[in-house]
Antibody, heavy 114, light 112 residues
Framework: EVLLQQSGAELVRPGSSVKISCKAS????????MHWVKQRPEQGLVWIGR????????VYAEKFKSKATLTADKSSNTAYMQLSSLTSEDTATYFC???????WGQGTLVTVSS | DVVLTQTPPTLSATIGQSVSISCRSS???????????LNWLLQRPGQPPQLLIY???RLESGVPNRFSGSGSGTDFTLKISGVEAEDLGVYYC?????????FGAGTKLELK
C-alpha cells in the first residue's frame, strides 16, 4: 500500500523558515516524482513544484522559486520542502503528492503568527 | 501559465441526479508524446484530494464507474451519472502537460 506520511502542524514566527517532511512507503521512492501543493484556508489548490528523487532535479512554479526549496533523501525515502521568509500569506496546508496526483499525504498545516 | 476555467463554481444536485462539470484550458493540453495530462480530483471536507480520472478519461482504480471524463484539446468534462451522498465536496481539474502545473478553481457539489 502506497502511503505518504507528512510531519505535524507547525506554528512559526514571521520571517522564519520551516521544513516539512513527507515519508513515502509502499513503492520505490526513486521511481516517481514528488509534487508539493499549497492550499490556503477555504481556497483552492496551487502547485508549488516537483522533485525527481532519483537525481534531485527540481521544477518550481515561478512564484515559489524564492520561497520553497525541495529536497529528497533516498536513504530514508523522504521528501522535504523548506519554506523561507515566512509571512501570513504562507499560512496554509501543504500537501505532498506522488506523480499523477494519485496518492496524497494527509497535509501539514503551517501557521505563521507572532 | 495555463489557466483552467471550471464551470459552474457551485452545483446543487439531488441524490440520483446526473451532473457535469466543465474545465476549459487556455491552451491545448495535448503533449508532444500524444498524451493529454488532464486529471479530475475530488476533495471532501477536511481531506486531501482524491484522484478520480486521469489522462482525460481513465478511471482511477477503486473509483465508482458513475464517474466519467471526456474531452480533448482545451475542453474537458467530468460527468457523475447518479450523484450519491459521498460525492459531495469540491471537484478540481488539474493539468500536468505544461509546467507549471495548474489547477482549476474548483466546483463545489452540494445537496439541493
Amino acid at each position: 500500500e502506497v502511503l505518504l506520511q507528512q510531519s505535524g502542524a507547525e506554528l512559526v514566527r514571521p520571517g522564519s523558515s520551516v521544513k516539512i517532511s513527507c515519508k513515502a512507503s509502499g513503492y520505490t521512492f526513486t521511481d516517481y516524482y514528488m509534487h508539493w501543493v499549497k492550499q490556503r484556508p477555504e481556497q483552492g489548490l496551487v502547485w508549488i513544484g516537483r522533485i525527481n528523487p532519483a537525481n534531485g532535479n527540481t521544477v518550481y512554479a515561478e512564484k515559489f522559486k524564492s520561497k520553497a526549496t525541495l529536497t529528497a533523501d533516498k536513504s530514508s525515502n523522504t521528501a522535504y520542502m523548506q519554506l523561507s521568509s515566512l509571512t501570513s500569506e504562507d499560512t496554509a496546508t501543504y500537501f505532498c503528492t506522488r506523480s499523477r496526483f494519485a496518492y496524497w499525504g494527509q497535509g501539514t498545516l503551517v501557521t505563521v503568527s507572532s | 501559465d495555463v489557466v483552467l476555467t471550471q464551470t459552474p463554481p457551485t452545483l446543487s444536485a439531488t441524490i440520483g441526479q446526473s451532473v457535469s462539470i466543465s474545465c476549459r484550458s487556455s491552451q491545448s493540453l495535448l503533449h508532444s508524446n500524444g498524451n493529454t495530462y488532464l486529471n479530475w480530483l475530488l476533495q471532501r471536507p477536511g481531506q486531501p484530494p482524491q484522484l478520480l480520472i486521469y489522462l482525460v478519461s481513465r478511471l482511477e482504480s477503486g473509483v465508482p464507474n458513475r464517474f466519467s471524463g471526456s474531452g480533448s484539446g482545451t475542453d474537458f468534462t467530468l460527468k457523475i451519472s447518479g450523484v450519491e451522498a459521498e460525492d459531495l465536496g469540491v471537484y478540481y481539474c488539474v493539468q500536468s502537460t505544461h509546467a507549471p502545473y495548474t489547477f482549476g478553481a474548483g466546483t463545489k457539489l452540494e445537496l439541493k
